[in-house]
């Protein structure tokens, strides 16, 4: 109950404009949900939680949520089209923050399921040709 009225608060203060105070609730009601594995409910704390970043302009913790999305815990609650988006969201922002491991992200398609993105291509995973802090 107490998430759901802190939904209702972030989402007032994301449509007041009011970005980062909206985006420390939903952070708390995303601490919340994954620690007491109510996954469905923390994918959809997860997507107020990176529209919030990419308004203050947060990339680097716009690439982790976005990570957070494509893991394997919530991946029976994350839809097809959401995996894409959330594949697309990652790799525009490690784009963004135009680092040496940015550079060295490639689209590949190793598993038995793959994503279609936006582009049309599909995407199932990212590899990195340099070691990376976000493995999935």
Do not use: K
């Not at 494509?70 to 923050?97: F, K, Q």
């Not at 994503?115 to 599909?122: I, T």
Request: glycine share 4%; charged share 20%.
């Amino acid at each position: 109950r107490a998430v759901s009225c802190g939904r209702r608060a972030a989402d007032r203060l994301f449509a007041a404009g009011s970005h980062a105070r909206a985006l420390v609730l939903y952070a708390e009601q995303c601490r919340v949900l994954l620690a007491d594995n109510w996954h469905a409910l923390a994918v959809s704390a997860l997507h107020r939680m990176i529209a919030s970043q990419e308004a203050l302009g947060h990339t680097a913790e716009v690439a982790a949520s976005a990570a957070i999305l494509l893991g394997s815990d919530l991946r029976p609650h994350v839809s097809p089209a959401e995996r894409a988006r959330a594949a697309d969201t990652l790799i525009r922002a490690a784009l963004e923050l135009e680092t040496p491991r940015a550079a060295s992200l490639q689209p590949i398609c190793d598993v038995a399921d793959p994503v279609p993105a936006p582009n049309g291509r599909f995407i199932c995973a990212l590899r990195s040709r340099v070691p990376c802090a976000l493995a999935f």
